[in-house]
């Protein structure tokens, strides 16, 4: 079993910035990790993943203000959000999907709150 724990999250001004972290017990090597959100009343969104190789995807509304990052060593992915936005207000979750099996497995989330 693979069990994922987030933090990071809080109330930041617009403009400001969060580092989210996820950290994950077990072991599997092939993998990717990564983050999704979900607003009220949307839809859970994928915002960015990395893969163990190193492989990453950002939904287009993010790129340029966020960062994913990895430490294979410590099984743990970081997201760093600049230039906050009111609509980036969600939970976020960490995600990690073994490859060879294609399951699935998620964090409880942890809440990002962009307001004045």
């Known amino acids: 079993q693979v069990q994922l724990v987030e933090s990071g999250g809080g109330l930041v001004q617009p403009g400001g910035s969060l580092r989210l972290s996820c950290a994950a017990s077990?072991?599997?090597?092939?993998?990717?990790m990564g983050w999704y959100r979900q607003a009220p009343g949307k839809q859970r969104e994928l915002v960015a993943t990395?893969?163990?190789?190193?492989?990453?995807n950002y939904v287009d509304s993010v790129k340029g203000r966020f960062t994913i990052s990895r430490d294979n060593a410590k099984n743990q992915v970081y997201l760093q959000m600049n230039a906050l936005k009111p609509e980036d207000t969600a939970v976020y979750y960490c995600?990690?999907?073994?490859?060879?099996?294609?399951?699935?497995?998620w964090g409880q989330g942890t809440q990002v709150t962009v307001s004045s």
């Open positions: 995600n990690l999907l073994a490859v060879i099996l294609n399951r699935t497995y």
């Open positions: 077990g072991s599997i090597s092939i993998n990717r």
């Open positions: 990395i893969t163990s190789g190193g492989i990453i």
